[in-house]
């Protein structure tokens, strides 16, 4: 069915927007957190852009696709927690193992982060 009806005059007619699922609801969304260097750079000579290159950004795009893999909202590895020194108490921290990262000749430990209850 298509976002449009047509009235009979043949012209179209926008239906009334469909509201799916309450307004209480949040869609799912997943995270992953790392550090290391990154290089900054504007590339292009007709169509500039500025695009960021690093270990550190593929390292973070393979933990995203590894919390979707533990179920994991939110992951968080081991290099940046160890940066991060104590997190605030409203932060649960769950340690979930070493786990090997696709690029990368070491493991790494990852932690799930959730937001504290109560």
Do not use: W, Y
Not at 7 to 35: E, K, N, T
Not at 51 to 67: H, I, P, V
């Amino acid at each position: 069915m298509s976002a449009q009806s047509s009235d009979r005059a043949g012209l179209p007619r926008l239906r009334a927007p469909v509201r799916i699922g309450s307004p209480s609801q949040v869609p799912a969304s997943r995270a992953a957190f790392h550090c290391g260097q990154v290089v900054t750079a504007e590339i292009g000579l007709e169509r500039r852009k500025i695009a960021s290159f690093g270990d550190a950004l593929n390292t973070t795009s393979r933990l995203e696709g590894l919390a979707k893999e533990l179920g994991e909202n939110v992951v968080v590895s081991g290099d940046l927690l160890d940066r991060l020194g104590e997190v605030p108490s409203r932060i649960l921290i769950s340690e979930l193992g070493v786990h090997p990262i696709r690029g990368r000749d070491e493991p790494l430990r990852i932690a799930a982060a959730k937001s504290r209850v109560g």
